[in-house]
């Protein structure tokens, strides 16, 4: 999908922005709260950017999107922002879109069928569900108070009610990415036909 560098820049630039959406969708649809949890649409965002924009340039989307946050633009969940978003239990999360993007790139880079996409998506969302936990059991164990009796299975615990939200959503990101690769199809005839 990506077809230059400079083309490559502004799709990174549009999802690190889409990123930013995802991030603070509460603001608009206030009922996506669960206690004071808000439901973040995050994860698809960076998953549908590692399907569509590839290894290289989906990572490039979520590192900008960290640095604009870290700079102390209110990118975050809950307009947050700022390096003082480091020691946050939930910044693992953030971390891991890095990953997620660059793996989801890198499982579909050769090959797109629908059944790839969602393998992509799925274990994507593990992998964001394996770091973001892990930095959050660490962040408690370490410079926060955790509760008492914390363990890393309660951790886990804690993450189970968005599971379902996860799963369904990169469902979704298999199938919209599935519909816009059809809509633009990759360059692939034509570099083969310069060669």
């Known amino acids: 999908m990506v077809k230059s560098p400079l083309h490559g820049m502004v799709l990174a630039s549009l999802f690190a922005a889409l990123m930013a959406i995802g991030a603070n969708i509460t603001s608009i649809v206030p009922i996506l709260v ?38 102390g633009m209110p990118v975050f969940a809950q307009w947050s922002g700022g390096v003082r978003t480091l020691i946050s239990p939930t910044f693992g999360f953030i971390l891991s879109y890095i990953a997620v993007a660059w793996f989801s790139g890198l499982i579909t880079e050769k090959k797109k069928t629908y059944l790839l996409l969602l393998t992509a998506a799925f274990l994507g969302t593990a992998i964001n ?29 804690w993450m189970l009610p968005f599971v379902p939200k996860d799963l369904i959503l990169a469902g979704i990101a298999a199938l919209v990415s599935m519909k816009v690769l059809q809509a633009f199809p990759q360059t692939r005839t034509r570099k083969r036909a310069a060669a």
């Not at 439901?39 to 569509?52: A, E, K, N």
């Not at 410079?143 to 309660?154: L, S």
């Open 129 to 157: 569900y394996a770091i973001g936990t892990s930095w959050m059991y660490m962040a408690y164990k370490l410079w926060f108070a955790a509760p008492e009796g914390f363990t890393y299975a309660m951790a886990w615990i």
């Open 34 to 71: 669960i206690g004071s949890i808000p439901l973040t649409l995050q994860t698809v965002v960076c998953i549908l950017s590692g399907l569509l924009l590839g290894k290289k340039w989906g990572p490039v989307a979520m590192i900008i999107y960290l640095l604009i946050g870290l700079a």
